[in-house]
């Protein structure tokens, strides 16, 4: 039976995480402070030691360090929240054998453990690093969960929605995933076994659109040298995917909903109808609402189209989940660039969280793959970030100071965004936290 030293001063988080130990038969001992630990690892004999990063009056990794020299053979695990994984990383060079990311599951937590335990002391460190990795971020092409209430809400809503048939319209920001939300969808829906097409309305001509989703024979029109099979035959049984929707023309419009009405679809140049039994999912990046009482959008298609509607969070509603975002992103580039990268120096991270990423998690996916390219060390550093992170555009009639009538300044940007938050934190070139303290200090609603 392994003996676990847990040092954690968060006395009712530890004392959860011990009651779980003890009930997969570890015996634990638990200490709120390091000069604690430094008593009972003298006095006492373990099997692993079990310790947050941030501990109140001393360092984490100094007292790994500490524990390293004077009982090498024993391995250390580090906790710690995503906000210090590059902290992390450089403790498992100094010795450290793993560490796990706050909040964790607890399946995770008995693997971290089981490795730390059964693992010979010989693997290399960047074999850690990509076990550690793995832990905390999905494969790439799964759908990575946030830890926002942003994120948590678009999770709640997907895991309502999959099992069902409902035809679901994505409304978000481009560049914010809409395409991965909806493969998430089908791949949690009994349709998960069949394909998923997903298709660009804003690349199909309007002249080829009724080819491109229906298909047609041989000799209906000039160039149709063959039979071609349509998106929605390709989809049958599956899951359909039409992204920016708001594209088609008028006409592709009622040729769209006369196909998701009857179920039916007809090939250009033929009089056979076939079968088809889908599921649509279509994305936006605009007012649909206001398309319909502009006469630009068919308002039956929209309630055809819009069963249930999700929205896909900007990254800047998204804050907390940015450096998750990110360690999923580097590991990705990892893997297409064959590098081995760990993960983002200080210095970096801060520049993330500084800046506004109009482009969404397309932007930040760009250039974290274009970093990892030019990156010759472990770490991204500030020299492989693209001009545009240091050059101050010119200044808008959008643009804000806060240096002078500071409360005055953030009426005028609340009432230019219509009062959203979001857009006035960017108008305003600071985050929403900032705003939302600062809406607190001068009592503004």
């Not at 079990?50 to 109140?56: F, G, K, V």
């Not at 076939?274 to 599921?279: E, G, T, W």
């Not at 929209?302 to 580097?330: C, G, K, T, W």
Request: proline share 3%.
């Amino acid at each position: 039976m392994s003996k676990i030293l847990l040092i954690e001063d968060d006395v009712s988080f530890c004392k959860l995480l011990e009651q779980f130990l003890l009930k997969k038969s570890f015996l634990v001992t638990t200490s709120f402070t390091a000069e604690d630990a430094k008593v009972k690892i003298t006095n006492e004999e373990f099997d692993l030691i079990i310790t947050d990063l941030r501990l109140p009056n001393y360092d984490g990794i100094e007292l790994m360090t500490e524990f390293k020299e004077s009982h090498p053979t024993v391995p250390v695990i580090l906790m710690t929240g995503y906000s210090d994984v590059n902290t992390a990383v450089k403790a498992i060079k100094k010795g450290a054998s793993d560490y796990i990311s706050k909040p964790f599951n607890p399946e995770e937590v008995l693997l971290v453990i089981s490795n730390a335990l059964h693992t010979s002391s010989e693997n290399p460190i960047k074999n850690k690093v990509a076990k550690i990795k793995n832990n905390n971020i999905l494969s790439k092409n799964k759908f990575v969960s946030g830890i926002s209430a942003a994120s948590k809400k678009l999770a709640e809503y997907i895991q309502l929605v999959s099992p069902t048939n409902m035809s679901v319209l994505i409304i978000g920001e481009s560049g914010t995933g809409k395409e991965v939300i909806a493969k998430s969808i089908h791949e949690k829906s009994s349709r998960k076994d069949n394909n998923f097409i997903a298709v660009d309305c804003g690349a199909i001509p309007k002249e080829l659109a009724a080819s491109e989703f229906f298909g047609h024979v041989k000799g209906s029109f000039t160039g149709a040298i063959a039979d071609k099979m349509g998106y929605f035959q390709a989809a049958n049984g599956g899951t359909i995917f039409l992204d920016e929707i708001g594209n088609l023309s008028y006409e592709n419009q009622i040729q769209l909903l006369r196909a998701l009405q009857e179920r039916k679809i007809k090939p250009v140049g033929s009089n056979k109808e076939i079968d088809v039994d889908i599921r649509i999912i279509t994305a936006t990046n605009e007012d649909l609402r206001e398309a319909v009482k502009n006469g630009d959008f068919r308002e039956d298609l929209y309630h055809r189209i819009n069963e249930f509607s999700i929205h896909s969070p900007s990254l800047v509603d998204r804050e907390q989940d940015l450096m998750i975002f990110a360690d999923f992103f580097i590991e990705k580039a990892n893997q297409e660039l064959n590098k081995e990268l760990i993960g983002f120096s200080p210095e970096v991270i801060a520049i993330f969280q500084n800046y506004s990423w109009p482009g969404n998690l397309r932007e930040l996916q760009n250039c974290i793959k274009r970093a990892t390219l030019l990156s010759q060390g472990d770490f991204i550093e500030k020299g492989a970030l693209p001009v545009e992170f240091f050059q101050k555009a010119g200044k808008k009639e959008t643009d804000f100071s806060l240096s002078e009538n500071e409360k005055g300044t953030i009426l005028e940007a609340l009432r230019q965004s219509k009062n959203n938050k979001s857009e006035a934190a960017r108008l305003l070139n600071i985050n929403r936290k900032t705003l939302y303290n600062k809406l607190k200090l001068y009592d503004i609603d």
